[in-house]
């Protein structure tokens, strides 16, 4: 089946420490999507990539990066300069960004918190 | 989508009810709306989008209503049943840029 997968579903961080959280397509989707979700919040971009090897920062990319090496993947890196990094992180893709190219497709999230 | 407070929005249903779920969205710029489904500890299902030439699409037991004059957008779900219980999301895309501005969600609680 197609779709996307993120891992893990679980992460703990220790304080100073980059984490990379994954996430991989097997749609043939040219745009892939970072969110941030809190409690009662909705979504909120951090990073976005219309193709490979091309990324743009959304609303909240400060503290997090992101490559985009290969088509299916496109990982973000949460690192230690994100000082409230305790939320549900959604990946999306969709066959590009442009009308007709929605919706989006979502995997099914990481979960990461502080130790 | 929505804006403001900490708490999200819940709406409580009995089971064969229907159930409408309102959203606002601030840019009349926005050209394509999207309705998603997100259950706890999942991402975001999609569910149906409408794209403003239009003011009414139909699925299978929801219908999406847009109201461009008011800025208004609004899911009915038919006779809702608890499989329905979930948190729904409005994203509307700015005109111009196809990234989608989600609202904080409604809670859907559907009693049997």
């Known amino acids: 089946d197609g779709g996307i997968t993120q891992s893990p579903k679980y992460l703990f961080r220790k304080e100073g420490q980059n984490v990379t959280l994954s996430c991989e397509q097997n749609?043939?989707?040219?745009?892939m999507y970072w969110y941030r979700q809190d409690p009662g919040q909705g979504l909120r971009l951090i990073y976005y990539?219309?193709?490979?090897?091309?990324?743009q920062k959304g609303d909240i990319a400060e503290g997090y990066s992101v490559s985009r090496e290969k088509k299916e993947s496109f990982p973000l890196t949460v690192t230690s300069a994100q000082k409230n990094p305790t939320a549900f992180y959604l990946c999306?893709?969709?066959?590009?960004?442009?009308?007709?190219?929605?919706?989006?497709?979502f995997g099914d999230g990481t979960r990461l918190s502080i130790l | 989508g929505e804006s403001v407070g900490l708490h999200l929005p819940t709406l409580s249903v009995q089971e064969g009810d229907n159930s409408i779920i309102n959203c606002a969205y601030s840019?009349?710029?926005?050209?394509?709306f999207i309705w998603y489904k997100q259950e706890s500890g999942k991402g975001p299902q999609f569910i149906i989008d409408?794209?403003?030439?239009?003011d009414k699409r139909q699925g299978q037991r929801v219908t999406v209503l847009l109201n461009k004059t008011v800025k208004h957008l609004s899911l009915q779900i038919a006779a809702t049943q608890p499989g329905d219980s979930a948190v729904y999301f409005c994203?509307?895309?700015?005109?111009?840029?196809?990234?989608?501005?989600f609202g904080r969600g409604t809670s859907l609680i559907v009693h049997p």
């Open positions: 409408i794209r403003s030439n239009m």
């Open positions: 749609l043939n989707h040219d745009a």
């Open positions: 999306a893709s969709s066959l590009g960004t442009g009308a007709g190219n929605q919706p989006q497709h």
């Open positions: 990539s219309q193709i490979v090897n091309d990324f």
């Open positions: 840019n009349s710029a926005s050209d394509y």
């Open positions: 994203a509307d895309t700015p005109g111009g840029s196809y990234i989608p501005t």
